[in-house]
């Protein structure tokens, strides 16, 4: 299945399931719930392991197995294994890996139903997690304690668009012997493969820009061959398995990964640049301007800038809802990495059961709005950002 060359975009288009008897040129769906065995001692081998077969579509399938190979090519790793959606990989994926009594050091700034399982649910099972400012990123090794076994983080996060150093991470990670585990989703393995600084597992929620047009729910999980072991086996047994469909459609998508990225940061780094220049906004956060605060360390990371922006309307949140509600062209989405440009305002919607001081904590200001820059005619993106703002 695996594709010899190293090319990006050949890797991408060539790595394809095994063709049948049919020679068909495009991969088929594998909807089967099951497959077959020539005899018992085939039965008894397959689920001895001591052969690679699928056996049930909620431990491998043809579709999510060439899925699978296509991102641990992307991002430099030996293994993976794909869930139903991008929590189910996170959720999993820590589940898997830590027991009672373990501690997690995370980056403060995270999803939020990835901060819900850290503060909600893991604790329930005596896990427990310490944040760390972004921003502050010397305080990291005063958060470790005995019993911390992984340090988390996304970059860039969401929804503020702040940056870490990976490189810095995989540092710490060895120096005291922790499992690092990256959420890569905003940079997709085009732009950044946290691998290569030291990550131990790379998370994507592949809803987003791996599927890249609002169709289907995925999530995969890639990294070392140990680790992964632990949450295929884990998952084998609880059932989080991407349906075969999603597998199909999103190593499709895959094949148009470059170039749609390449486009999407184009115009992002166009409507970052406008909004940077408007009366009306305060600030803007966006990897590959100049103006972000860890400008230098995006530039060092990643490839292009994504297709996420945070910026701030001067006025708080009534000046963002006002905003959200002269938006014409733009969707109004909870999701984002879709070819229609999205907008959403945090303080407002997704984080509005936050205090101001735990928004704040985490650089959600009033008047914070995310933008997820699609692939419309970019001047036609600007024109309705701009007629909301004035």
């Known amino acids: ?88 990989a996170v959720y999993s994926t820590f589940a898997a890996l830590l027991n009672s009594g373990d501690h997690i050091v995370s980056v403060g700034s995270v999803f939020g139903s990835t901060h819900t399982l850290f503060t909600k649910y893991f604790p329930k099972w005596n896990i427990t997690t310490s944040y760390f400012d972004i921003n502050k990123p010397e305080t990291i090794e005063s958060a470790i304690q005995p019993n911390t076994k992984i340090l988390f983080a996304e970059s860039p996060t969401n929804p503020a668009v702040d940056i870490i150093d990976l490189e810095l991470l995989g540092e710490i990670a060895r120096k005291h012997n922790l499992i690092l585990i990256i959420d890569n989703c905003f940079a997709t393995p085009y732009i950044q493969n946290p691998i290569q600084f030291g990550a131990d597992l790379v998370i994507h929620s592949a809803t987003k820009l791996i599927d890249g047009q609002g169709r289907v729910l995925g999530g995969i999980a890639v990294g070392r061959e140990d680790l992964i072991r632990e949450i295929y086996l884990f998952s084998r047994n609880t059932g989080p398995a991407l349906s075969p469909f999603n597998a199909w459609v999103l190593s499709k998508s895959l094949e148009t990964l470059p170039v749609r990225v390449e486009k999407h940061c184009e115009n992002a780094l166009k409507v970052a640049e406008f909004l940077e220049s408007h009366p009306n906004v305060k600030q803007v956060k966006y990897p590959f301007l100049k103006s972000h605060p860890q400008y230098e360390t995006a530039k060092k990371q990643m490839r292009l800038g994504g297709n996420i922006i945070a910026f701030e309307i001067q006025g708080g949140i009534s000046a963002g809802r006002k905003f959200i509600d002269k938006i014409q062209l733009c969707s109004l989405s909870a999701n984002l990495g879709d070819t229609r440009t999205i907008v959403t305002h945090p303080a407002s919607t997704t984080h509005s059961k936050l205090t101001e001081e735990e928004r704040l904590a985490v650089s959600i200001t009033d008047g914070l709005v995310r933008v997820s820059v699609g692939l419309e005619t970019v001047a036609d993106v600007i024109n309705d950002l701009k007629q909301a703002l004035e």
Do not use: W
Not at 13 to 39: G, K, M, N, W
């Open 1 to 88: 299945m695996s594709n010899p060359s190293s090319g990006f975009e050949t890797q991408a288009i060539r790595t394809q399931a095994e063709r049948s008897h049919y020679l068909e040129h495009s991969v088929p769906l594998y909807l089967t719930s099951s497959f077959i065995f020539e005899d018992a001692e085939d039965m008894r081998a397959s689920f001895a392991e001591e052969k690679e077969k699928n056996i049930y579509s909620r431990f491998t399938n043809p579709n999510t197995s060439e899925f699978v190979e296509k991102i641990c090519q992307m991002e430099g790793a030996p293994a993976g294994y794909a869930f139903a959606t991008g929590m189910a």
